[in-house]
T-cell receptor, first 115, second 113 residues
């Protein structure tokens, strides 16, 4: 079975500050991990994904995430927040076969960026 | 650009009046998904197609049906919408394989009066 926990349903940072959104996963099979961003009244946009290659994954809009197997974590970071980063962020996990290929979602983290 | 398109973006219907939401894609992906997302919640998978093979989630209400007439199009039919069906409906596609990255459309927000 797979699960995702996103620590902190709401995160607030100042413009220019470090963004850190936390994601921990549980998986009985080697996981694939994803971060998606959702702006108000829009669909989900893929930020980045981990697929068992490099553990440090770079995505769009300056975001990156590091897969740490020992900590079962895949935290999302950005060195300097921009106002346009304010959105909902979802972490998701999947496996590689059968029913495990479906995405299991975290509950999301709402990021606010203060001027 | 290759993309997932959903029409309409906003749909208003009346309680009990059937409604159909549509999704099309130019990515040529063989897997298509329908999700329901309520305010401040994660998306909830309703069903998905692997090619023509339909896969219903166990907790998807019978009120929700789907059709996929060809690779490019997929429809979500809500036979008798209730107030609790007001939500954002998201369509996504992926290419079947070991790593199935899902790409989402902009969503249709359904309002039930």
């Amino acid at each position: 079975a797979q699960s995702v926990t996103q620590l902190g349903s709401h995160v607030s940072v100042s413009e220019g500050a470090l963004v850190l959104l936390r994601c921990n996963y549980s998986s009985s099979v080697p996981p694939y991990l994803f971060w998606y961003v959702q702006y108000p009244n829009q669909g989900l946009q893929l930020l980045l994904k981990y697929t068992s290659a490099a553990t440090l994954v770079k995505g769009i809009n300056g975001f990156e995430a590091e897969f740490k197997k020992s900590e079962t974590s895949f935290h999302l970071t950005k060195p300097s927040a921009h106002m346009s980063d304010a959105a909902e962020y979802f972490c998701a996990v999947s496996g590689n076969a059968g029913n495990n290929r479906k995405l299991i979602w975290g509950l999301g983290t709402s990021l606010a960026v203060n001027p | 650009d290759a993309m997932v398109i959903q029409n309409p973006r906003y749909q208003v219907t009346q309680f009990g009046k059937p409604v159909t939401l549509s999704c099309s894609q130019t990515l040529n992906h063989n897997v298509m998904y329908w999700y329901q997302q309520k305010s401040s919640q994660a998306p909830k998978l309703l069903f998905h197609y692997y090619d023509k093979d339909f896969n219903n989630e166990a907790d998807t209400p019978d009120n929700f049906q789907s059709r996929r007439p060809n690779t490019s199009f997929c429809f979500l039919d809500i036979r008798s919408p209730g107030l609790g069906d007001a939500a954002m409906y998201l369509c996504a596609t992926s290419k079947a394989g070991p790593i199935e990255t899902q790409y989402f459309g902009p969503g249709t927000r359904l309002l039930v009066l």
